[in-house]
C-alpha cells in the first residue's frame, strides 16, 4: 500500500464481521498494523442494531454467518447507504454466489484462503471510490447542490426520529408479499379505522399507529421466521433495540393476538390486546386480503371491499366488535385509498 494511502489509513474505521473468532483475530492484527481502526461483529443482526451508532469506512464480511448472511448484510447495508464499500469474504468457491455477490453493489471479493496483500488491495480499492465520493460530494456541496443523500445519508424521511432508514422499510415491504408501499397503504387503511373509531375510542395516537404500520414488516430484514407470530416478535425486538417508543413496539408485538386468546405471542384476549396493536392487525389484514384478491384476478375496484367484509366476519373470534364496526364505518375511505394507491401505481400484480 502506498505511503499516502497509509497515512490516511489512520483515521478509517473498517468493520470485520466473521462468526469465526480465531479469523477475527487474525485479520484484524493485520489491519491493525497497517493503521486501520478496526470493529468486530459476529452476525449480520449485531451489525444492524449497531447501525445507527456506528459507522465504518469499509465493511469487510464474511458470507456464511449465523441468520442473516453476508450477502443479506450487503443488501441492507447498501439499501441504507448506497456508496458504503464493502469487501465481502468467503470460503465458497461457486462463481455464481460471486457473481450474485458484485452484482448487488460490494467493491471486493475474496476466496478463502487469501494472501493478506489481496486484502490490502480490496481495501485499498473501496477507499480509493470511498474518498472519490467524498471529493463529489464536497465538490457538490460548494456548488450549493446538496440535499441528496450521500455517503451514508438519506434522501427521505426516515421514522422514528432518524432511527428506521426508509430504504429498510421498503425491502421489507418488498418481503411482506403485499408490494411496495404496503406499510403506507396499511398506516392510510389504519387512519381511516381510527376516525371512524373517534367518537366511540377517543384518544388514539395516529403518529404512533403510522411509525407501527409503517414498521410492522421489519422483522422480515432478519430472515425467515417460523410463522407470523414470531414475525412480529422479531420486528418488536428489531424496534426495541433502536429505541422506538413503546406503544408503537406494543403494536407491532401483539398484532397476531386474537379477540378470543387464540393467537400470540402471548395468548391476550378481548380489551387485554392494546387497542393499537387491534388497529393495526385489521389494517394489515385488510391490505394483504385485497392484494390477494386482485392478483387472483378479481376486480381491482371490489377488492378492497371484499377484504373489509371477510375481515369483518372475524368479529368475535380474530376481531373485536369495535374493530368490526369501525371496518364498516371505514369501507368508502378504504375503497378511495385503493383507488388512489392504483393511481399511483404503488400496488403490485394485477391491480396496479
Known amino acids: 500500500m502506498a505511503a499516502a494511502t497509509q497515512a490516511g489509513a489512520q483515521r478509517r474505521r473498517i468493520l470485520l464481521v466473521d462468526d469465526d473468532p480465531a479469523v477475527r483475530v487474525v485479520i ?4 491493525r498494523r497497517r493503521g486501520y481502526e478496526v470493529m468486530q461483529a459476529e452476525s449480520a443482526e449485531e ?7 456506528e459507522s465504518y469506512d469499509v465493511v469487510v464480511t464474511d458470507v456464511h454467518l449465523p441468520g442473516l448472511s453476508g450477502v443479506d448484510l450487503a443488501h441492507l447495508l447498501l439499501a441504507r447507504s448506497p456508496l458504503q464499500p464493502i469487501v465481502v469474504i468467503t ?16 467493491v471486493g471479493y475474496l ?23 467524498e471529493t463529489t460530494q464536497a465538490l457538490t456541496r460548494g456548488a450549493g447542490l446538496s440535499g441528496a443523500a450521500g455517503v451514508g445519508g438519506r434522501g427521505d424521511r426516515d421514522l422514528g426520529g432518524g432511527l428506521i432508514a426508509p430504504a429498510w422499510l421498503r425491502l421489507a415491504d418488498e418481503r411482506s ?16 379505522l381510527l376516525s371512524a373509531l373517534s367518537a366511540s375510542l377517543p384518544g388514539l395516537d395516529r403518529s404512533k399507529l403510522e411509525m407501527a404500520a409503517r414498521a410492522h414488516e421489519v422483522g422480515r430484514l432478519w430472515g425467515p421466521a417460523a410463522d407470523r407470530t414470531e414475525l412480529a416478535e422479531q420486528g418488536a425486538r ?28 402471548d395468548g391476550l384476549s378481548g380489551d387485554a390486546i392494546p387497542l393499537l396493536a387491534q388497529v393495526l392487525a385489521a389494517a394489515d389484514a385488510v ?14 375496484e371490489s377488492a378492497p371491499l371484499s377484504a373489509v367484509d371477510r375481515v369483518r366476519a372475524g368479529e368475535g373470534t380474530v376481531l373485536g366488535p369495535a374493530i368490526a364496526a369501525g371496518l364498516a364505518g371505514a ?13 399511483s401505481g404503488s400496488g403490485r400484480g394485477t391491480w396496479s
Do not use: C
Open 111 to 133: 476466496l478463502k484462503p487469501f494472501e493478506f496483500f489481496e486484502l490490502d488491495a480490496a481495501i485499498g480499492q473501496a477507499l480509493t471510490r470511498l474518498e472519490l465520493a
Open 287 to 300: 391490505d394483504h386480503l385485497a392484494v390477494a384478491l386482485a392478483d387472483a384476478g378479481g376486480d381491482p
Open 47 to 53: 451489525v444492524l442494531l449497531r447501525a445507527n451508532r
Open 91 to 106: 470460503g465458497d468457491s461457486d462463481e455464481a454466489l460471486a457473481r450474485a455477490v458484485l452484482r448487488n453493489g460490494p
Open 177 to 192: 408479499g403485499a408490494g411496495p408501499e404496503h406499510g403506507f397503504r396499511v398506516a392510510q387503511v389504519g387512519g381511516a
Open 238 to 265: 428489531f424496534l426495541v433495540e433502536l429505541g422506538i417508543e413503546v406503544e408503537v413496539v406494543q403494536a407491532v408485538r401483539h398484532m397476531h393476538e386474537r379477540w378470543d386468546g387464540r393467537g400470540g405471542p
Open 331 to 343: 369501507r368508502s375511505a378504504i375503497a378511495a385509498i385503493w383507488t388512489l394507491a392504483r393511481w
Open 28 to 31: 484484524a492484527q493485520h489491519l
